[in-house]
């Protein structure tokens, strides 16, 4: 397609009834962030579809409004002003979840957290405590790093086994206790426990004394997990059958309201 009938189209109405610039320009951002957060335009041309010339167009356009930057070997990456409306996102995020939260708690009496992968770490945005008088609690804004958590686990159970070998070896694996996992071949097999159970634990990884379920929200907007802490002494494997199946459907509620959020 010659540049001058690209950018006639660029500011046209999409077959979904949007602006078709809008939705070419977060595409663009979306394959970036999928590819790392750092790309060549020829890689998004290949991946996109799209002319180069309307790329060019796009990212121009993105790097004046401080949403994409140019390095100096001439390839693209996520610009700072994108943290602020990830930030805001996370926060509103963590809003909508609440509700669900709370019902987890009440349901089965342990604290509900949600957590989402930011980088390669894990940051909680959402907490309702329990009301024992022993309870866990994790600090809103909290980052952790995947491989002691339960969430961790949820959120990275389907990533290929490469990618999760590359985050590993750019954290490192540090023990948080006796029964972290600290290595790759060990935490890949948990994952495949994830995948095979439907579910997570951390069993006393992060914290001697407490255990966490987890299972990650489907069709998430972006990557998210939802998770009960508590005791080990209250979090047994009785109890684990009983809570995991709340989990599983309250994540199903949160998936559906979240989609509820973004209509087509």
Known sequence: MPPSSASSTDSTKSTTGGVQSLERAFDLLERMADAGGEVGLSELSASSGL???????LMRTLVVCGYVRQQTNRRYALGPR????????????????????????????????????????IVYVAQVPSKH????????????????????????????????????????????????????????????DVRRLGYAIDDNEQEIGVRCLAVSVPNSPTAAAISISGPAGRVTESATDKIVPVLQQVAGELSEALASQNPA
Do not use: C, Q
Not at 87 to 95: D, K, N, Y
Not at 148 to 168: I, Q
């Open 82 to 121: 994108l943290i602020r409306l990830g930030e805001s996102a996370s926060r509103l995020l963590g809003t909508w979840a609440r509700p669900y939260l709370a019902r987890l708690v009440e349901e089965t009496g342990e604290t509900a957290n949600m957590a989402l992968l930011d980088g390669d770490e």
């Open 133 to 192: 008088s022993m309870r866990m609690f994790t600090e809103v804004g909290r980052r952790v790093l995947p491989h002691s958590t339960g969430v961790g686990k949820a959120l990275l159970a389907n990533t290929p086994d490469n990618e999760v070998r590359a985050l590993l070896a750019r954290t490192g694996m540090p023990a948080a206790t006796e029964k972290t996992i600290t290595t790759p071949d060990g935490f890949l097999a948990a994952l495949e």
């Open 51 to 57: 002319p180069l010339p309307t790329i060019h167009r």
